[in-house]
T-cell receptor, first 116, second 115 residues
Framework: AQSVAQPEDQVNVAEGNPLTVKCTYS??????LFWYVQYPNRGLQFLLK??????LVKGSYGFEAEFNKSQTSFHLKKPSALVSDSALYFC??????????????FGTGTQLKVEL | NAGVTQTPKFQVLKTGQSMTLQCAQD?????MSWYRQDPGMGLRLIHY???????DQGEVPNGYNVSRSTTEDFPLRLLSAAPSQTSVYFC??????????????FGPGTRLTVT
């Protein structure tokens, strides 16, 4: 079985400060990992993914994430937060072996609030 | 490209009524999925399809049916609506592994209330 944990329901950060949204995962094989963002009353938008290769992946809007296999983590980061980054962020995992049909398991989401 | 479209955007049903949520994509994606989003629970997979004529159950399939007669369309049917099916429903599509980038593209969602 595959699972994802987002330990923080909400993260507050001041504009201009770095932000981190945490994600840990569990899979029986190798993982495909994703971050999505959801603005109010909208669908999910893809931010970035880790499939293979470099552990540091860069995505849309200046976001990046680091894959850490030993800690089974895939934390989302941004060097300088913007008020417009305020949204709900979801981490998702697909097990390479058992995730046929591109079955994703999502975390419960982390609400990011960036304040002036 | 319109991407993934869903209709209706909002729906109110009475307990026991049936209805179909529509989903269509114009990206020629092989894979399509239905999720429901509930507060504090993230998104949970209801049903998915790996191509026309092929569907399978996800994590929470009870009370829902799907079919995939064309590559473009993937409707979700509620057979006899229950208050527990009050949720926001998202359709998503993606390329199959080897032909694309694995990421799923989501529709705008349907907000369903069952009274």
């Amino acid at each position: 079985a595959q699972s994802v944990a987002q330990p923080e329901d909400q993260v507050n950060v001041a504009e201009g400060n770095p932000l981190t949204v945490k994600c840990t995962y569990s899979v029986s094989g190798n993982p495909y990992l994703f971050w999505y963002v959801q603005y109010p009353n909208r669908g999910l938008q893809f931010l970035l993914k880790y499939i293979t290769g470099d552990n540091l992946v860069k995505g849309s809007y200046g976001f990046e994430a680091e894959f850490n296999k030993s800690q089974t983590s895939f934390h989302l980061k941004k060097p300088s937060a913007l008020v417009s980054d305020s949204a709900l962020y979801f981490c998702a995992v697909r097990d390479v072996i058992t995730g046929g049909g591109n079955k994703l398991t999502f975390g419960t989401g982390t609400q990011l609030k960036v304040e002036l | 490209n319109a991407g993934v479209t869903q209709t209706p955007k909002f729906q109110v049903l009475k307990t026991g009524q049936s209805m179909t949520l529509q989903c269509a994509q114009d990206m020629n994606h092989e894979y399509m999925s239905w999720y429901r989003q509930d507060p504090g629970m993230g998104l949970r997979l209801i049903h998915y399809s790996v191509g026309a004529g092929i569907t399978d159950q996800g994590e929470v399939p009870n009370g829902y049916n799907v079919s995939r007669s064309t590559t473009e369309d993937f409707p979700l049917r509620l057979l006899s609506a229950a208050p527990s099916q009050t949720s926001v429903y998202f359709c998503a599509s993606s390329y199959s592994p080897g032909t694309g980038g694995f990421e799923q593209y989501f529709g705008p969602g349907t907000r369903l209330t069952v009274t």
